[in-house]
């Protein structure tokens, strides 16, 4: 049993378990015991200063009450008063406080009462591990959550936010896989004004705060890549996340799952669209969607047809969709341009927006916001300019090749 210096000031015990030795009473502090711990009255108590007394019990404010036995509070029932309880048995207790609780077998669980109810309080519980779907309860009380998204991603919806004020929750993505963690609001309720947060990257977290209402961002990034894209025109185009356009729709595509090419087997993840037009990150093979096959989804089972009339989605100048309603100009971001011979990275480089000028020609690029939600990348007439590992720089105009754009924001 764990000396009472690690406990609050006023504690309750079953009086058979309870080890004189082991829990001597701190100054100040006093120590409540009832063996049938069913309704506590008149219970003698032993003070911080070594008297003893039996009185009847006074407000408490903060109270730990070990036992492994189904106990009911209700006569604690003082508005403040803050209830630690640790089950000392391997099975469930129920807790009768109005609505019952129950407490798996060797684990704790704190209520307050506020006068007319007793209420967890959040972010008791340590962690958590999640792999599928889940809806967070107004009394599942774990701080962080461990996320696996598997190979096709999994929903993290929010518990009611006015049932959770001061309530802070962490997310961490475990898994590598290409597939997104997407945390959404109950209803109508946003995350820092977002209808959605994804993690997209192994160990990437993000830390919330309800204020009653909605919930706010208060540590971690949203990460977006394209995805390595294959593309062989680079001179005066506008580079960004797949655009792909669509029709013969049967059902409805949801953001955040992964859409798979029937004929070419490339996939992608959605974060965006239109009603026409799947804009997509995360992109595998190229992203060389072709024209006329079908796409799938993998959450919703949505279907649809490719409708590129250029024959693939190759080549297509496309815009940086993130939906993070943010200027680029005022918020904290990180943008990268990455350029791939084979669609590694253990061939590739990151470009800079430096332009080069010869004779009569242009290289280089630039990234501009098109709006709260998207930018673009302009290559100059003349295409690119890469710079070898020897010092020396090559032009970037019809060649064969892959890019990756890294959009970061940070909160």
């Not at 049993?1 to 079953?14: E, H, K, P, S, T």
């Not at 009450?65 to 089950?87: A, F, P, Q, R, W």
């Not at 809806?135 to 049932?163: E, M, Q, R, S, W």
């Not at 019809?398 to 890019?403: A, G, T």
Request: charged share 20%; net charge negative.
């Amino acid at each position: 049993m764990a000396n009472i210096a690690a406990r609050g000031r006023n504690i309750i015990y079953d009086y058979s378990a309870y080890n004189f030795a082991a829990n001597i009473p701190l100054e100040g502090e006093r120590v409540y015991f009832n063996t049938i711990l069913t309704g506590i009255t008149n219970p003698c108590s032993v003070l911080g200063d070594g008297t003893s007394q039996c009185d009847t019990l006074p407000f408490l404010e903060l109270i730990n009450i070990k036992t492994g036995v189904n106990i009911d509070i209700s006569i604690l029932e003082i508005e403040g008063n803050i209830v630690l309880i640790e089950n000392t048995s391997a099975s469930e207790i129920t807790i009768t406080a109005g609505t019952a609780h129950i407490l798996p077998g060797n684990k704790s669980k704190i209520l307050r009462y506020d006068g007319s109810n007793w209420n967890d309080i959040p972010g008791i519980k340590s962690v958590k591990s999640l792999s599928a779907d889940t809806t967070i309860g107004d009394n599942d009380n774990y701080k962080t959550y461990l996320c696996n998204g598997g190979v096709n991603g999994i929903i993290i919806t929010l518990p009611t936010p006015a049932d959770n004020t001061d309530k802070i929750l962490e997310f961490i993505k475990t898994d590598s896989n290409n597939s997104v963690i997407k945390i959404i609001g109950e209803g109508a309720e946003t995350i820092a004004g977002l209808d959605f947060l994804f993690l997209t990257y192994q160990y990437q977290r993000i830390k919330i705060l309800c204020d009653g209402s909605n919930w706010y961002v208060l540590e971690g990034k949203q990460k977006f890549r394209t995805g390595m894209i294959s593309r062989s025109d680079w001179t005066n185009v506008h580079l960004g996340s797949i655009a792909l356009d669509y029709d013969n729709l049967s059902g409805t595509f949801q953001i955040g799952e992964i859409i798979t090419g029937g004929t070419s087997g490339d996939t992608g993840i959605i974060i965006a669209d239109d009603g026409s037009t799947l804009n997509l990150i995360m992109v595998t093979s190229g992203g060389v969607f072709q024209n006329n096959e079908e796409i799938t989804g993998s959450w919703s089972g949505a279907t649809a047809d490719v409708d590129e009339v250029s024959g693939s989605v190759k080549d297509i100048d496309c815009d940086f969709i993130h939906n993070q309603e943010i200027d680029l100009i005022n918020y904290c971001h990180t943008i990268q341009f990455i350029v791939s011979s084979d669609g590694t990275y253990n061939n590739s480089s990151i470009l800079t927006r430096n332009s080069y000028t010869g004779v009569g020609a242009m290289y280089g690029y630039s990234y501009f916001q098109i709006d709260n939600n998207s930018f673009k990348i302009q290559t100059a007439t003349d295409g690119l300019k890469q710079m070898a590992d020897d010092g020396t720089t090559s032009a970037l105009a019809s060649d064969d090749i892959f890019y990756e754009i890294i959009f970061e924001r940070n909160f």
